[in-house]
């Protein structure tokens, strides 16, 4: 066991948390929408709020579990269960020493074309969803669904956050994935950030009440639900005139659409700034 310290995105919300040796990717579809991407997190014994209590949001995405994130930046922070028996801190919020992943959860929720797309870059121990229920005593849970695999020849798909707030549409073909591995994306995430790109005239925002935007950096913001705390979109700002300004195009991350989409990995951005949490793939194009 090992203390760890830790912040959100903006800054607002620090904690310290004392960690186990179990840390995880978890691929189950409620994660990879929070996140854009596997939630990858370590477990902990104890969990103390140092400042930020105001910025922190708590959405119950079951029955039994809620994910803390923060209200400003959308940094995702922890997942636990509604009773306190068990929680587990985003890897991407912690600052120092960072731990690394032991296994994934829910591989059979990931995705299943790895020519295309490798969600899993390592050979650490994989359970499915229900392998992990069985294991933990929780037989007769649901170990819920897995998406759909998208047919990429079509134009038309939708998404949105884990609360319904934002749902949005796609409608031309969609291209390829990044994914980027800068400190900032990592904090917001848990793990990495995956998008695809589009322009805006083949982007429609069907529902929007929930969406906010957080000014990441001079010339570019990210936008979330404040309600629920899931990642859905970058695109840059034109500096001094609004984001409405010279923008073309604007960046989904894969985890937001409804359904897995097949999509080619173009490249690996910001490789220099990937944690030692998990093994970069060898990949071509590491940039
Ligand atoms: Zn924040
Ligand atoms: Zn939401
Ligand atoms: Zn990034």
Redesign the pocket.
């Known amino acids: 066991m090992s203390e760890v310290h830790g912040s959100c995105l903006c800054g607002s919300i620090k904690f310290r948390a004392t960690t186990t040796a179990e840390a995880h990717g978890c691929h189950c579809q409620m994660c990879r929408r929070a996140g854009g991407a596997p939630f990858y997190a370590v477990s902990v014994q104890d969990f103390v709020l140092e400042s930020g209590a105001e910025d922190l949001g708590l959405y119950a995405s079951s029955k039994w579990g809620q994910r803390g994130f923060c209200k400003k930046c959308s940094c995702s922070l922890f997942f636990e269960t509604q009773n306190g028996a068990y929680r587990a801190v985003s890897l991407g919020a912690i600052d120092a020493p960072e731990p690394k992943l032991t296994r994934h959860i829910y591989c059979d929720s990931a995705e299943v074309n790895p020519e295309h797309l490798p969600d899993i870059f390592d050979d650490l121990p994989q359970l499915t969803g229900r392998e992990l229920l069985d294991s933990i005593g929780l037989r007769d849970k649901s170990a819920g669904e897995i998406p759909p695999i998208a047919d990429i020849s079509q134009p038309h798909h939708e998404g949105g956050c884990l609360c319904g707030g934002v749902r949005f549409r796609t409608t031309n073909k969609l291209d390829s994935l990044l994914i ?7 904090k917001q995430s848990s793990s ?2 995956r998008a695809t790109e589009t322009s805006l005239e083949n982007f429609t925002l069907l529902k929007q009440e929930t969406l906010s935007w957080f000014r990441s950096s001079e010339d570019a913001e990210r936008g979330f639900c404040h309600d629920c705390g899931s990642t859905l979109f ?1 695109r840059k700002t034109s500096a001094g005139h609004g984001y409405r300004g010279e923008n073309t195009g604007i960046s989904i991350l894969h985890g937001a659409f409804d359904e897995r989409l097949p999509l080619k990995l173009e490249a690996h ?2 490789s220099e ?1 990937s944690s030692g949490a998990y093994p970069l793939p060898d990949h071509k194009d590491k940039i």
């Open positions: 980027c591995h800068c400190r900032q994306c990592r990495y950030y970058w951005i910001f700034e």
